[in-house]
């Protein structure tokens, strides 16, 4: 599993279509900081706007602008990714050539679901890096502290990608699932894409699809877990309200666990059992 | 040959109720190579996919060296290697990532050495880094090569290996494959050039509509078949035709009202000339004919007719 697990990472990072999510997520990273450098040599150097971006870019407030843009488009990343790993290996009719030389068919769908948790955590990793420098540059600019190392919280910035994990791990799930039964990139990609809005819109017209869809237990977990107190109380009581009925923690757990086993499992006996005909 | 690489028993495969494949069966010795032969659309590269595990068959058994292709492939993968219809790779990889990547899928890290004498072998010494993107198909098709004999496999596949490639891209292959035999492979190759699996295949199977028409030793099938015979040019062409017709066992036919061809045994060549001088017939060339695979092929897929007329230059052998 070693060796394919290189072969597989090899291909990853020579890939254009990684290079391009990698370059469109810090671009637009770098476009939120020169936007702000821009805006605030506008405004002048002593301006209260010069002043409020001196204190969102000093280190470790600069890591919340990757955090928001990643909570944005985190999920559609993973799907982008997880589509065009497994579809460009039917569009390129390359199955043909991997399959014959493993025994087990499913190593390759095991080490795809690794490599996209790693491509994804990299990806974050050093979105976080980026920012971090950028801000220490902006903040070189306008004139105010490089950064504010007694801030920094490891487990509180641990808090803060938890949620945007397993958002990306549960729509990249649905869409291997998805890729594997249509074998098309673009299929995949459409339906992770407009199925993560489907959902979304679905859940909050029905009660029922709130219940059986996995946005809102997303929803449901990311309160539980980010929020304490009075503020938790709140936002778990708009959820309730959404469901319908209250929904455990446990529930949630379950049904977005489902998703994320279920399509991958779903996934890898379809895998198996299909025949690589060719395009 | 040590013992039997490929053997199918009733192998079929059914699309949507149409047989891609109807009760095939193969028995493939070691060592050999093996020409796969049948028209377009026959079912070749579905007995390969499904030899090589990337279709299910819908009924039938088969094994690569012993081994149910189904139920253990982990006995199989390491000894095949394949080229299935046109060659596939990542385009944006150099020829060598290419082959070390496919090396890694297929577990094994193989030192430098083994992709410089793998490059040497198939003569892309000095392309080797660059993308595949800008390889012609040829190179694409040399490379594929390549690629098949990372493990060191015992058995071979190629399908189609000379589809799109030029003279001298064809003699290329067709040197690769004759020395991948030489090094004792088994090599299966699935064509539906005949001349080319002439030149270089010992043993044949023919599957038309995915049923096996002929199998066994290419010279076996051809003397089976008629054996050399005789190409006669005489005038008047209708007397002489008339005349041979009328002894049986010959076997008489003409394609072009110019030879007529027939199947004799040297030592009945005189009295069959002496009949025609003694008609007043004017024999003017007597000619061996060499029956060739695809004047067997054609005459055996139902193919002749105008098409057949075709290779009476090439099966001529003497002429004038």
Redesign the interface.
């Known amino acids: 599993m070693w ?2 697990f ?3 990472w ?2 990853t990072y ?3 279509a990684n290079i391009g999510l990698f370059l469109v997520t810090l671009g637009i990273i770098l476009l939120g900081f020169l936007g702000m450098v821009g805006i605030s040599l506008y405004e002048g150097m002593d301006s209260q706007f010069a002043e409020q971006i001196r204190q969102l870019t000093l280190f470790p407030t600069s890591l919340q602008v990757p955090l928001i843009v990643l909570s944005q488009l985190g999920s559609i990343l993973a799907i982008v990714f997880m589509s065009n790993s497994i579809g460009a290996e039917y569009t ?13 068919r499913s190593d ?1 769908i095991i080490i795809k679901v690794v490599i996209c948790l790693l491509f994804m955590t990299l990806l974050i990793a050093i979105s976080l890096i980026f920012a971090a420098l950028l801000g220490v540059l902006v903040n070189l600019i306008v004139g105010g502290d490089i950064s504010n190392l007694e801030q920094f919280s490891a487990s509180e910035l641990f808090k803060s990608l938890v949620p945007i994990f397993m958002q990306l791990i549960v729509f990249s799930s649905i869409t291997l699932l998805v890729t594997m039964a249509s074998r098309s990139t673009i299929m995949g990609i459409v339906f992770g894409i407009v199925g993560n809005t489907i959902f979304s819109v679905a859940a909050s017209l029905s009660k029922l699809a709130a219940k059986i869809l996995p946005n809102l237990h997303i929803s449901n977990l990311e309160a539980n877990w980010l929020y304490d107190g009075e503020q938790k109380t709140e936002v778990i009581k708009r959820i309730d309200m959404a469901f319908g009925t209250p929904i455990s923690l446990t529930t949630s757990l379950i049904v977005v666990g489902a998703y994320i086993f279920g399509s991958i499992i779903i996934g890898l006996v379809l895998f198996q ?1 299909r ?4 395009q | 040959m040590s013992g039997i690489a490929i053997t199918a028993e009733g192998l079929t495969k059914v699309y949507k109720n149409v047989p891609a494949v109807n009760n095939l069966s193969l028995y493939i010795p070691e060592g050999t190579i093996y020409g796969f032969l049948g028209p377009n659309g026959a079912g070749k ?2 007995t390969i ?1 499904m030899l ?5 068959p819908t009924a039938g058994k088969a094994t690569v060296f012993g081994h149910d292709i189904l139920h253990a ?2 006995n ?2 390491p000894y ?1 290697g ?1 080229i ?3 060659p ?6 150099s020829g060598l ?1 290419n082959l ?10 193989l030192p430098q050495a083994r992709f410089d004498e793998l490059i040497e072998f198939v003569g892309l010494r000095g392309r080797e880094k660059d993308k595949v993107k800008t390889y012609s198909l040829g190179m694409k098709q040399r490379l594929g090569v390549a ?1 098949t004999l990372l ?1 060191d496999p015992k058995l071979v596949f190629l399908d189609e290996p000379t589809n799109g490639l030029d003279p001298a891209g064809t003699v290329e292959m067709r040197n690769l494959i004759l020395r991948m035999g030489q090094e004792g492979r088994t090599v299966f190759l699935s064509s539906h050039l005949l001349f080319e699996v002439e030149q270089v295949c010992s043993n044949v199977a023919i599957i038309q509509k995915g049923v096996t028409i002929k199998q066994g030793r290419v010279r076996d099938l051809l003397a089976a078949e008629g054996g050399p015979g005789y190409a006669i040019e005489a005038a008047p062409f209708e007397k002489a035709m008339a005349i041979l017709q009328e002894i049986p066992e010959l076997k008489a036919t003409s394609f072009d009202q110019h030879w007529i061809n027939i199947n004799a045994e040297p030592q009945d060549v005189p009295q069959v000339m002496r009949k025609l001088v003694q008609a007043d017939v004017d024999v003017f060339q007597v000619v061996v004919r060499q029956r060739s695979l695809e004047s067997l092929f054609l005459e055996i897929t139902g193919n002749g007719g105008a098409a057949a007329q075709q290779p009476l230059a090439e099966v001529v052998v003497g002429g004038r």
């Open positions: 060796n394919l290189r072969a597989e090899t291909k020579k890939r254009p390129n009719d390359t199955w043909k050539v991997l399959l014959p030389r493993r025994a087990r390759f059992r025949d690589m005909a060719g | 590269t579905t996919r090589l595990g990337l279709i299910r492939r982990q199989i993968a095949v394949a299935v219809e046109s596939a790779f990542y385009t944006f990889m990532e070390r990547l496919l090396a890694r899928s297929g577990g094994h890290d690629a493990n």
